[in-house]
């Protein structure tokens, strides 16, 4: 069977935005990397890869690509080279998976299941306390929406409507994102989607950056 970690935890369903901005959070990893596929969203930092899924009350973390995850699943069926490459595969991306567990598990009290029930002993209780402030997150519950954000509350927000803000410090879309072409060429992205906020770039190669402008109040912008 592929190597996977089993987590769960007691806050219903979250948003694919909450579990990247905790991953990133824990990570640190300016350069890492988070793209949504059809098998859950595939995290790297450095040359160690993750596919997290998740769905109502429970996380699955599995190492490696998803690609060199379905690899490994064909393999199991030849056994002795499955479980080789089921070896590699969780040794190789062992940070990637690390990352995710401990971060689903410092904020939201996630449970290892089954084999896993005893991951990470040599962390103690207060230890787990101290990852859980570095990473700060002093009430999770403001982070499981796809509004949350990660920045400190007293951040400066820049009013959008009678009831939303965006805040200074956001969270930016990965590179990888598509979003939608408008009649000037330029492409844009409602992230978090159906949030008030739109981010535009020039080029697929090019950084995702937040539209401010009076425009975005009246939905000012013109498709092709």
Not at 25 to 39: K, P, Q, S, V, W
Not at 44 to 68: C, F, K, L, M, N
Not at 79 to 101: D, E, F, H, L, S
Request: glycine share 6%; no cysteine; charged share 25%.
């Amino acid at each position: 069977m592929v190597y996977r970690v089993t987590l769960k935890h007691a806050h219903g369903k979250i948003s694919h935005e909450a579990v990247m901005d905790l991953v990133k959070r824990l990570d640190g990893n300016e350069h890492a990397e988070f793209r949504m596929t059809e098998d859950g969203i595939h995290f790297q930092t450095g040359d160690a890869e993750a596919v997290i899924s998740h769905s109502s009350g429970e996380i699955v973390i599995t190492p490696g690509s998803p690609s060199r995850i379905r690899a490994t699943r064909i393999g199991e069926l030849l056994v002795v080279p499955g479980m080789i490459m089921n070896a590699q595969n969780k040794k190789r991306n062992k940070k990637a998976t690390n990352t995710a567990t401990m971060a689903m598990m410092a904020t939201l009290d996630a449970d290892p299941a089954d084999v896993h029930s005893n991951l990470f002993p040599d962390i103690s209780p207060e230890e787990w306390e101290g990852i859980r402030n570095a990473m700060g997150v002093d009430d999770v519950q403001e982070i499981i929406s796809p509004f949350a954000s990660h920045q400190p509350a007293e951040a400066r927000t820049i009013e959008l409507s009678s009831s939303f803000t965006i805040q200074a410090d956001h969270w930016t879309p990965p590179l990888t994102w598509m979003g939608r072409r408008g009649k000037d060429a330029a492409e844009y992205l409602n992230y978090p989607k159906g949030s008030p906020q739109f981010f535009v770039r020039q080029l697929p190669v090019d950084p995702w950056t937040i539209l401010w402008d009076e425009s975005m109040k009246a939905g000012g912008i013109s498709w092709d």
